[in-house]
């Protein structure tokens, strides 16, 4: 456990942030704090890859967070945050925002897509698929919508945004083996691994209670970071998630050898992630 300094400024609900307590697992930092006030500190240029999944305001409960915030507010901050995002990112960098919409508000991630295009590019839309069916047969786990108008939601956005929009990428790293083997030769390539494309099924573990998923609303399976981490593809980089949660992109930054640093408001889920991290570390034998 390292420095601690005092926030002043006021977050979406108004209340006043907590104060800001840094952490260190290993090579890992972690922090407990408002994520605009941690990043005005950090400096320009420092991070290579930022992977996060801010509050959809959808009204999840959360510990602390209050995530039903007008929708105007809820923009505004969002791009108070996305603001600094880009200026702690390296030119060459890659911001991955996982984000998804509700039924009462579908329109959100489009919204603020529409504001982002002021500050990057969007390099890719990839569709980050929880469950699918396929012929009469289901794979992986949706939370189903109880309408007779909605569809239930097995698919949230991954925005891949970069400041220049021409980031080379380690498509292979994150590719898929050919199912017709005889275009390896015939195409020359060198392995057998293509591109797997924008639509990504990865499923959550199946779990048997609310205490598997860490007691929090809203975590991702680890091999999502991990997949975003790998796809972009600079050796020892410095992996930021400013909404951390339980730390999921933290452990995935440590199983990549990369080094993370994560920002949560609530300081039980920093207590979670920190552990997450030292059980990760531990298992990795560092
Ligand atoms: C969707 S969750 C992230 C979950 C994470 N991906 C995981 O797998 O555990 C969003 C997180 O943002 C945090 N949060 C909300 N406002 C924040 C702020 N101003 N600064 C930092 N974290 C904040 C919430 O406490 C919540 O844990």
Same mark, same amino acid.
């Given at each position: 456990?390292?420095?601690?300094?005092?926030?002043?400024?006021? *977050?979406?609900?108004?209340?006043? !942030?907590?104060? &800001?307590?840094?952490? #260190?697992?290993?090579?890992?930092?972690?922090?407990?704090?408002?994520?605009?006030?941690?990043?005005?500190?950090? !400096?320009?240029?420092?991070?290579?890859?930022?992977?996060?999944?801010? +509050?959809?305001?959808?009204?999840?409960?959360?510990?602390?967070?209050?995530?039903?915030?007008?929708?105007?507010?809820?923009?505004?901050?969002?791009?108070?945050?996305? #603001?600094?995002?880009?200026?702690?990112?390296? +030119?060459?960098?890659?911001?991955?925002?996982?984000?998804?919409?509700?039924?009462?508000? !579908?329109?959100?991630?489009?919204?603020?897509? @529409? =504001?982002? $295009?002021?500050?990057?590019?969007?390099?890719?839309?990839?569709?980050? %698929?929880?469950?699918?069916?396929?012929? &009469?047969?289901?794979?992986?786990?949706?939370?189903? %919508?109880?309408?007779? =108008?909605?569809?239930?939601?097995?698919?949230?956005?991954?925005?891949?945004?970069?400041?220049?929009?021409?980031?080379?990428?380690? $498509?292979?790293? @994150?590719?898929?083996?050919?199912?017709?083997?005889?275009?390896?030769? $015939?195409?020359?390539? #060198?392995?057998? =691994?293509?591109?797997?494309?924008?639509?990504?099924? @990865?499923?959550?573990?199946? @779990?048997?209670?609310?205490?598997?998923?860490?007691?929090?609303?809203?975590?991702? !399976? %680890?091999?999502?970071?991990?997949?975003? /981490? $790998?796809?972009?593809?600079?050796?020892?980089?410095?992996?930021?998630?400013?909404?951390?949660?339980?730390?999921?992109? /933290?452990?995935?930054?440590?199983?990549?050898?990369?080094?993370?640093?994560?920002?949560?408001?609530?300081? *039980?889920?920093?207590?979670?992630? =920190?552990?997450?991290?030292?059980?990760?570390?531990?298992?990795?034998?560092?």
């Amino acid at each position: 456990m390292a420095g601690r300094s005092t926030t002043t400024a006021g *977050g979406p609900q108004g209340a006043a !942030p907590p104060r &800001t307590v840094r952490y #260190r697992e290993g090579p890992h930092q972690l922090v407990r704090g408002d994520c605009l006030k941690v990043l005005r500190r950090m !400096p320009a240029e420092s991070v290579d890859v930022v992977v996060t999944s801010p +509050p959809y305001n959808i009204g999840l409960r959360y510990s602390t967070y209050n995530d039903t915030l007008d929708e105007q507010g809820y923009l505004d901050w969002m791009m108070a945050i996305a #603001r600094q995002v880009r200026r702690v990112m390296k +030119p060459d960098a890659s911001f991955f925002l996982n984000i998804a919409g509700s039924s009462a508000q !579908p329109w959100l991630p489009f919204e603020l897509m @529409v =504001r982002l $295009r002021g500050l990057f590019a969007l390099q890719n839309h990839i569709s980050w %698929v929880k469950s699918i069916s396929i012929g &009469t047969e289901t794979f992986g786990h949706f939370k189903p %919508v109880n309408s007779h =108008r909605y569809l239930h939601r097995n698919h949230e956005h991954l925005f891949h945004l970069t400041r220049s929009g021409d980031v080379n990428l380690r $498509r292979l790293d @994150v590719g898929v083996p050919y199912m017709d083997k005889s275009n390896i030769a $015939r195409r020359g390539h #060198r392995q057998d =691994r293509r591109c797997r494309g924008d639509t990504w099924f @990865v499923p959550y573990e199946t @779990v048997q209670g609310k205490a598997q998923k860490y007691n929090h609303p809203g975590t991702f !399976p %680890v091999s999502l970071p991990q997949m975003c /981490i $790998r796809l972009h593809g600079r050796p020892d980089a410095v992996v930021l998630d400013p909404f951390m949660g339980t730390g999921t992109t /933290i452990v995935a930054a440590l199983r990549e050898g990369a080094r993370g640093i994560g920002i949560d408001l609530d300081s *039980g889920y920093v207590d979670i992630a =920190r552990e997450r991290v030292r059980a990760a570390l531990r298992e990795s034998g560092a």
